[in-house]
């Protein structure tokens, strides 16, 4: 996902022909110039042994919905997002629900059921070190630092036997033209390995959600071309301008002992720099509550590098999304 996301505009020195192809089109695939809009991602993983009852059988759905604005802009983006993981993994039962707001005056957080807002002092701390975070290139704290890193990334280097699907609309009326192709996923760990080698930033984020070492990507990359039964089959559509709108990734994993494994991933961003405002709420309960569940208390704040902050912080909802024991 994050090297589809990273893709830019590759394809400049194609010829007028070559870009009327499917390839050509995906090799002009980009978020050129996106500053906002409404975004959906959504990933769903299926696993069951064959032959077995339903009991047998787990489930996971992890979503994030919600708009943001002013992304790559100086300052922090602002945002508005719902955060959701439910199912059942690896015999744990998985029920999270999370909501940051920011806001270029404020931050407001609604984690596990409670609403948090930080005092006016300790929203500027934290907001003036991630907005210098984001200056440092290729840093911890830089949430820019794996598309950083994926500078240069063609969705040709990740799906191949491109073909043309049709046109149609985005959700929000856009006009769109769909490409399918076979998704490579051993192609996609070398971009990530890539990508982990060449940004310690990068890398650090990476494992904080769970991401394995490079030895055990590279032990993975060998498990899945033995385990896939055919290709991944991606789907995409791309507007007038080549920005990606849609795309989803559909799998099926042999595992040992007669397990299966499906998983779906699917993105969809709609209203392309057509979100102006956030809405306005407030939060109740004390920021110091908020602050234990990271393992912080507002001294940690004032010590802390913004990257040791930021990876905290996906290490947090990694562990409630994933179903991972906290620590």
């Known amino acids: ?3 589809l996301a990273a893709c830019g ?3 400049g020195g194609e010829t007028e022909t070559e870009a009327a192809t499917p390839a050509g089109k995906a090799e002009l695939a980009n978020f050129d ?9 959504e990933f769903q993983v299926f696993r069951f042994k064959k032959k077995q009852p339903e009991k047998q059988q787990e489930e996971i759905t992890m979503r994030t919905v919600g708009s943001f604005m002013k992304a790559g802009e100086e300052g922090l983006p602002q945002l508005d997002l719902a955060i959701e993981s439910n199912g059942e993994l690896a015999g744990r039962e998985v029920e999270f629900l999370s909501g940051p707001l920011l806001r270029a005056d404020k931050w407001v957080v609604n984690f ?3 609403v948090y807002e930080p005092d006016h002092a300790t929203f500027e701390e934290l907001k003036s070190k991630l907005e210098e975070a984001q200056q440092e290139e290729g840093g911890e704290g830089n949430a820019m630092a794996c598309v950083e890193s994926a500078d240069g990334l063609s969705v040709t280097d990740l799906v191949h036997n491109i073909s043309y699907e049709g046109k149609g609309e985005g959700i929000d009326g ?3 033209e769909m490409l399918g192709g ?8 070398d971009e990530l390995i890539q990508m982990v080698e060449a940004s310690p930033g990068c890398q650090a984020q990476l494992e904080a959600i769970g991401l394995p070492s490079v030895p055990d990507l590279e032990a993975v990359q ?11 089959r991606i789907t995409f559509s791309l507007d007038k301008n080549g920005v990606a709108r849609y795309f989803k990734i559909l799998a099926n994993l042999e595992l040992p002992r007669s397990e299966e494994l499906e998983f779906e991933l699917v993105m969809r961003l709609n209203r392309i720099n057509e979100v102006s405002n956030l809405p306005i709420t407030h939060g109740y309960s004390p920021y110091s509550a908020l602050l234990k569940q990271f393992g912080l208390d507002n001294e940690d704040v004032k010590q802390a590098e913004a990257g040791e902050i930021y990876v905290g912080i996906l290490e947090v909802l990694a ?8 620590g």
């Open 9 to 11: 505009g590759a394809g």
């Open 222 to 232: 060998k498990e899945l071309k033995a385990s896939l039964a055919e290709p991944p």
């Open 182 to 189: 076979d998704f490579d996923p051993a192609a996609a760990i």
């Open 319 to 326: 562990d409630h999304l994933f179903g991972r024991e906290a």
């Open 174 to 176: 856009t006009p769109v």
């Open 1 to 3: 996902m994050v090297a």
């Open 33 to 41: 110039g996106v500053h906002g809009g409404e975004v959906e991602l």
């Open 112 to 114: 596990d059921g409670e």
